[in-house]
């Protein structure tokens, strides 16, 4: 049995495919092997897969009908693990040769539940970029960092909890994991959510952290592709649902929230209700009509997380989100939709 597997899930990600899994099988760390969910690719995806494949008996290929979405797919992979630590790589994504064996070294060293590498985000045009990082190239984390490390996850462009930023923390990439602390816990990647999952998975692991580190000594290399799952610009008529779905899962195990958190909670709840929005406008009038934004106004004002943002002071809305808030509460889009037509225009130009 090797010591750590990288798990991944492919579906339609031929271009990416080779940069991707040879920066698997160039790793200076050699213990290791591949879990490939062919998560229903209809491209070439599958062609270079068995070829990887054939070249590398450290390649194990599941490869599925049907798409059960990014979140099946990791599921699936997960439990297949059979190895003392595993990590995620995104099959559009990439890692420097030294990814899994510092990872590794730090893990062990640390006598960690999670280790975890900063990352950079790359685009087709050879740009690269990197989020705010921490004052220090490494941190250990204990179980008394949770109640800072939490809010952190759901609100992850602030610095508010911990002092500084560390904006990834709740992405499933970028990380390894100790098998056996995941599976003692009996958390489970959730297959029925679609986004946020990552997030959700890392919630409930942290929040039994004994101890985890990160490091600057290795970069996970985040690309940024439009026409990706996360950043897709089709419309999406399940949004509405997905979004709830994830905010009543995160309204039931963050409930506790106390202090500063209720900032994070209510941060995650405003910026949850202008995305679904957001998406619903941008896509007016031509896939989106006047009725579709009202019924969604109307469905969203009834959503306890609404009532909870109108109910909390504490969020301190500026008078920006004051008004949208009323938009919402009295049900008139036509204002927002305005704005939001006005920014695209001026983008455009």
């Known amino acids: 049995m090797s010591k750590v597997a990288i798990v991944t899930s492919v579906y339609n990600k031929a271009p990416w495919l080779d940069r991707c899994f040879n920066s698997f099988v160039n790793q200076t760390f050699s213990d290791l092997e591949f879990i490939v969910i062919n998560n229903g690719s209809t491209d070439e995806s599958a062609a270079i897969i068995d070829n990887f494949a054939k070249q590398d008996p450290r390649f194990t290929v599941i490869t599925l009908k049907d798409n059960i979405g990014p ?17 995620l790589c995104d099959s559009d ?39 705010n990082r921490p004052p220090k190239s490494e941190i250990i984390f204990t179980s008394d960092d949770k109640n800072k490390l939490l809010p952190q996850i759901i609100d992850h462009h602030s610095n508010l909890y911990l002092g500084y930023y560390l904006a990834e923390i709740g992405v499933l990439w970028g990380k390894m994991y100790r098998t ?17 999952c990552d997030w959700l998975f ?22 940024q592709a439009a026409g990706s799952f996360t950043r897709s610009k089709k419309m999406n008529w399940n949004e509405l649902a ?22 994070a ?72 939709v305005l704005r939001s037509k006005i920014r695209q225009l001026l983008k455009k130009n």
Not at 100 to 108: D, G, R
Not at 208 to 215: A, D, E, G, I, Q
């Open 71 to 87: 979140s099946g797919a990791y599921a699936l992979g997960i439990e297949k693990v059979n190895t003392e630590y595993f990590a």
């Open 93 to 131: 994504d990439y890692i420097p040769n030294n990814y899994i064996e510092v990872l590794f070294e730090k893990i062990c060293e640390q006598n960690a539940d999670i280790s975890m590498c900063a990352n950079d985000m790359v685009w087709d045009n050879g740009k690269v970029a990197t989020n």
């Open 180 to 196: 056996d602390f995941v599976r003692n816990l009996g958390i489970n990647y959730d297959k029925d959510v679609w986004i946020y």
């Open 202 to 223: 890392n919630f409930e692991l942290i929040n039994n952290l004994n101890r985890m580190v990160y490091t600057e000594d290795t970069v996970y290399h985040f690309y």
């Open 242 to 263: 997905r979004r709830k779905v994830v905010l009543d899962k995160f309204s039931s195990i963050c409930s506790e929230f106390k202090g500063k958190s209720v900032i």
């Open 265 to 336: 909670l209510n941060r995650f709840y405003f910026g949850n209700i202008v995305s679904v929005l957001g998406m619903y406008v941008e896509h007016f009038p031509k896939e989106v009509s006047k009725i579709d934004l009202i019924k969604v106004a109307k469905e969203i004002s009834n959503w306890p997380q609404y009532k909870y943002i109108i109910d909390n002071k504490k969020l301190g809305l500026n008078w920006k989100q004051k008004v949208l808030v009323l938009l919402i509460k009295h049900n008139v889009m036509f204002p927002y």
